[in-house]
């Protein structure tokens, strides 16, 4: 059975950072395209950053340049760093997951391209 589990979510005061770590279990995700999504309460679910099964990324225009994806296969661990935090970062974080068949580059920025959910952790930055 394929498992997320996020932690590392918190408070932290504007101009902060957080590392937010996504446990995988269940099976090798080494062939996964990884992604991190946001959702604050009334609004949909936001992309945020994700990675490749070759280890790419591609970030939201709201995050670049604050915000980095990577991913330990051997540990099958996924990792969201978040640097100079912004009070509207404020939300639950989720690591999400699919197998579907893609290119090695391919990046999925739509909530439902994939699969396989965490149970998010929570994010709040203080101004």
């Known amino acids: 059975q394929v498992q997320l589990v996020e932690s590392g979510g918190g408070l932290v005061q504007a101009g902060g950072s957080l590392r937010l770590s996504c446990a995988a279990s269940?099976?090798?995700?080494?062939?996964?395209?990884m992604g991190w999504f946001r959702q604050t309460p009334g609004k949909e679910r936001e992309f945020v950053v994700g990675i490749s099964r070759s280890g790419g990324t591609y970030s939201a225009d709201s995050v670049k340049g604050r915000f980095t994806t990577s991913k330990d296969n051997d540990k099958n661990m996924v990792y969201l760093q978040m640097n100079s935090l912004k009070p509207e970062d404020t939300a639950v974080y989720y690591c999400a997951a699919t197998f579907r068949l893609a290119g090695l580059t391919v990046v999925r920025v739509a909530a439902r391209e994939y699969d396989y959910w965490g149970q998010g952790t929570q994010v709040t930055v203080s101004s």
């Open positions: 269940g099976r090798s995700f080494s062939g996964a395209v």
